[in-house]
């Protein structure tokens, strides 16, 4: 099945191209004030600037946007995700059983490992993906949790992390040349590279003892969540879900109820598209303690289509719908915006609740950058 991600465009601010914001990389404001709402900082922690041009870059976002990877803050406050940098173990083991949402088995304990202290941050999933039969070690007593993990190790822990959701054939595996039989992992690799997990190199090579960059650990991911298909919701709970969602907001909408929009954020949004809804609700707050008149109208009914499900994630398209703002205060000051909905909804599967909760879209922002000019925002 396709595979479906919002496309992003090249980098530009808050300020030159809000309307479209849900799907720009890069920082939403670029020379933020000491006063800016913390909406605008928690948006841009969700916006990696040196994803920009990488050819990962979808992925990044994508992963970034539905809180399966965060990224760094950097000494300027920006935000990066390091695609380059070289993944370690424990970093991996942790990205996997966090985006998987995995468990200990309670019928098999955890392996010791002399190197795995109880208070450090990995413990836990490394002690969870151990009781799976997913790591194993490098040694029998030893796992190695800052050695950096080669793109072999990786394809091992994806497969056997994904046993039992992924229909692996590893008869029709990719012949690569640096692959042995005689390799621990010869299995795992062709079984990765049978659904595209992997591609490997130009020339036939995987480079299997390569260690592996952030980048290409999170596209491996990124291709297995896209193959899990044996748990797939119904498109009626898909189109329910987001059709719900719309109705509770457009009434806390019509009826600017801020802390209406915020309790629909805080149980329906995850991720970026939670961080922008909260950023709504605050600038709608602003507009209000400034003495601005706000109405806010719509027109048409929500239109919605999956276009794409797996286990853990799913696509729904959506359009039908036209948004109208209007703010109006003494002295003549006026300001209008029409937003239109049309594009794609994003959702992810909540790993404890069982909940699909939206984490991003491109459907466009009520405000302009005149706006918030207005509102002394920028």
């Known amino acids: ?18 309307g479209t914001l849900s799907v720009l990389p890069g920082q939403v404001w670029a020379d933020e004030p000491s006063d800016k709402l913390k909406e605008i900082t928690t948006v841009n922690s969700y916006l990696p600037g040196d994803m920009e041009r990488h050819w990962a870059r979808d992925e990044a976002y994508n ?5 399966i990877i965060k990224g760094y803050t950097e000494k300027d406050g920006t935000v990066s995700v390091r695609p380059n940098k070289q993944i370690t173990r424990a970093e991996f083991v942790s990205l996997l059983v966090g985006a998987l949402g995995l468990k200990k088995n309670p019928d098999q304990d955890p392996r010791v490992f002399s190197d795995i202290e109880p208070n450090q941050w990995y413990s836990e999933a490394v002690n969870i993906a151990s009781s799976l039969g997913i790591v194993k070690g490098v040694t029998e007593k ?43 992992a010869a299995r795992e690799v062709s079984k990765a590279s049978s659904v ?31 193959l899990e298909e044996n748990a797939v919701p119904a498109d009626k709970t898909l189109i329910d879900i987001v059709k719900a969602n719309e109705e509770e907001e457009k009434r806390a909408l019509g009826a600017i109820d801020i802390e209406r929009l915020k309790e629909i954020s805080n149980k329906r949004y995850i991720g970026y598209h939670k961080a922008t809804s909260d950023l709504t609700a605050a600038v709608l707050k602003k507009m209000k ?19 794409g499900k797996w286990n853990r994630i799913a696509v729904v398209e959506v359009d039908g719908v036209t948004y109208h703002l209007s703010a109006s205060k003494e002295g003549g000051k006026h300001m ?21 909760k939206v984490y991003t879209s491109d459907i466009p922002l009520l405000f302009t950058s005149k706006m918030l000019s207005a509102l002394e925002i920028q």
């Not at 049309?342 to 609740?353: A, F, I, R, Y």
């Open 1 to 18: 099945m396709k595979r479906y991600t919002t496309h992003f465009a090249s980098k530009v601010t808050l300020v030159a191209a809000l």
């Open 63 to 67: 992963l970034v946007h539905a809180d």
């Open 142 to 184: 030893s796992f190695g949790p800052n050695d950096k993990i080669t793109r072999g190790e990786i394809a091992a822990l994806i497969t056997r992390a994904f046993a039992y959701t992924i229909d692996f054939d590893e008869m029709n595996g990719k012949q690569f040349k640096d692959i042995k039989d005689s390799y621990w």
């Open 196 to 226: 595209k997990i992997i591609n490997g190199y130009p020339g036939g090579y995987f480079k299997p003892f390569e260690y592996s960059t952030r980048a290409e650990a999170l596209v491996m991911l990124s291709n297995a969540l896209y």
């Open 289 to 307: 303690e400034e003495g601005y008149t706000i109405e806010i109208t719509h027109e048409g009914d929500l239109k919605a289509t999956v276009i």
């Open 336 to 356: 209008d915006n029409t937003q239109t909905v049309k594009g794609v909804v994003m959702l992810k599967k909540d790993s404890v609740t069982g909940e699909w």
